[in-house]
């Protein structure tokens, strides 16, 4: 059957060169990279090149690098790492309402544990505003993270505005780039932040590997404990393969970027009007200040897994925010935030394009996806029939 | 996840639709959990049900359950449909993931109120189908999924 990937902010194939580069280290340069001896120098200098690529394609340098096991795990040590590191200074973190869980819920943990958390509502396009930013400031923040593009809808914050604002204020700034790198710039120095977390899967490297961006003569405290790796702030061998993979794959990432993400957002603009011309549907996100991939719809009148599964059984990969898939009881707090109600909420459906898809595969996704909304909408309830 | 029976039901769902002048008709669930399954009935003179069809929105769980409970209950007689559980009918399915078992297997719960609905015609004329509110009778606030 005919396969089609369109779920690129899930996760991404691995790119071919990335692999080979990573090869070598699974396989004769298999030494810890803490060892004196050649094995060990071998890995050494594959991990330090590795950082210098990874600052190299954001603006840093490599001793502001630090590699963890993914974006949760940087996100953890960041808000956690800073809040415990300035707690003398305040309790006062300021986050937003659309985060992805992993700093949704650090924070979340960090309120149980006595600081004050302040979750930013968006408008509904999913956006965050410096003016809301400005006005939860008090003399007791220590902390604001905000992430640079949103996962599910794809709306790109104001980040570099954030960041300049948090200056003023001395605030630290963290930004969780995860969603952004390979698709849109990424510049440390340009969007003002002390710290960014990403993850090497999904710009086409491997899984298990990321790295948090902390700006030099920024103080964070460890919570886990171990050997002298990543300065100590992130101790344990390291993930030699990967973070090889990581560098190749940032360096393929941040290459021809614009070329890469004009023609995808070609072929997204054409799913969008493919998709928004079928009845009682909508747009999910910003319109314009969104990932050039990312194309988030409602579908009225049916449940998102029923189209997920719709699509699966014609080959199609895509994602819902609907209950049934966030993994809890509600849809997704993402698009309750943003005040969709229910029923558009759990009719969501998320496609995410990457550089591998064709403009024959959205054309087949055009083909199929109006029978199937027809045949779910058929058996549904609340379906009042068509306009036409 | 899913198994071969459900993807059955949910890809060939039997007996979609509505009926007509129904005898009963139950609804359950609500938009906020993203289920709502609204059953018909058609029941003769011997107390046995002729016809039944579905509605359903939700996921494939949810329209597999309703679909497979019309086609346990066609040809039964409303005593023996009354004593049918969410449990069989998932069952009869091969099974469900675990979360499903709570919020989308409410085929049993639909049909229980379709039948009660007859049953308060019969005595009462009582056509008219609740359309708001909480039809769900579970306490998805204590939910521990």
């Known amino acids: 059957m005919r396969k089609v990937y369109l779920d ?38 594959a991990v330090e090149e590795s950082r210098e690529r990874v600052a190299a394609a ?22 956690r790492g800073i809040a415990r590191a300035q707690q003398k200074k305040g309790n006062h973190i300021i986050t937003s309402a659309v985060e992805h869980h992993a700093v949704y819920d650090t924070c979340a943990a960090l309120q149980k ?29 220590i902390l604001v993270t905000i992430m640079l593009a949103n996962n599910e809808v794809g709306t790109i914050m104001p980040i570099a505005e954030i960041g300049q604002l948090c200056r003023e204020h001395d605030i630290i700034f963290h930004t969780d780039a995860v969603q952004a790198i390979g698709n849109i710039p990424v510049n440390v120095k340009d969007l003002n932040v002390d710290l960014l977390s990403l993850t090497a899967h ?56 614009e070329a890469k993400t004009n023609r995808i957002k070609v072929l997204r603009d054409r799913l969008q009007e493919g998709l928004l011309a079928i009845e009682h549907t909508k747009l999910n996100g910003h319109p314009q200040q969104r990932l050039p991939g990312n ?26 925010g609907s209950a049934c898939t966030s993994g809890s009881l509600d849809p997704s707090h993402v698009l309750m935030a943003m005040g969709l109600d229910h029923q558009t909420a759990h009719g969501s459906l998320r496609f995410t394009l990457g550089v591998n898809n064709t403009e024959e595969e959205i054309d087949y996704v055009l083909e199929v996806l109006p029978d199937i909304v027809t045949r779910l909408r058929s058996m549904s309830p609340v379906y009042k029939g068509s306009n036409k | 996840m899913y198994t071969e029976q459900v993807m059955d039901h949910f890809t060939n769902p039997r007996n979609v639709g509505e009926i007509e002048k129904a005898d009963g008709v139950g609804e359950v669930g609500n938009m906020k959990c993203g289920d709502i399954m609204r059953i018909y009935l058609k029941v003769n003179d011997n107390e046995v049900i002729e016809d039944i069809k579905f509605r359903t929105f939700g996921c494939a769980a949810a329209i597999a359950t309703s679909s497979m409970i019309t086609e346990m ?73």
């Open chain 2, 73 to 145: 209950v066609k040809g039964k007689t409303i005593t023996e449909a009354m004593k049918i559980t969410n449990k069989q009918v998932a069952a009869e399915l091969g099974g469900l993931p675990a979360p499903k078992m709570h919020c989308s297997n409410l085929a049993a719960d639909a049909l229980k109120k379709a039948i009660e609905n007859y049953q308060g015609n019969n005595n009462q004329v009582n056509n008219k189908i609740e359309e708001t509110g909480n039809n769900c009778n579970r306490d998805c606030n204590n939910c521990s999924y």
């Open chain 1, 113 to 141: 544990e006595g600081f004050d958390v302040t979750f930013l509502p968006v408008d509904e396009y999913g956006m965050v505003s410096v003016d809301a930013v400005a006005a939860a400031i008090t003399d007791k923040t």
């Open chain 1, 202 to 257: 999904k710009f086409y490297g491997p899984k298990g590997v990321g790295a948090l961006y902390l700006r030099k003569g920024t103080r964070l405290n460890v919570y886990h404990y171990g050997g002298a790796q990543e300065r100590k702030l992130r101790p344990g061998t390291e993930n030699v393969p990967g973070i090889v993979g990581l560098g190749k794959a940032i360096e393929l990432a941040v290459k021809d970027l």
């Open chain 1, 8 to 45: 690129h902010a899930a996760t991404t194939p691995l790119n071919e060169e990335v692999l080979n580069e990573m090869l070598p280290y699974l396989k004769e340069h298999f030494g810890n990279p803490s060892s004196i001896h050649s094995f060990g120098r071998e890995a050494r200098r």
């Open chain 1, 58 to 79: 954001l603006g840093a340098s490599a001793e502001e690098i630090i590699f963890t096991s993914g974006a949760t795990e940087a996100n953890n040590l960041a808000i």
């Open chain 1, 295 to 320: 194309l988030n719809v409602s579908i009225l009148f049916v449940e998102g897994e029923s189209l997920i599964l719709s699509l699966d059984l014609k080959g199609i990969a895509v994602s819902s």
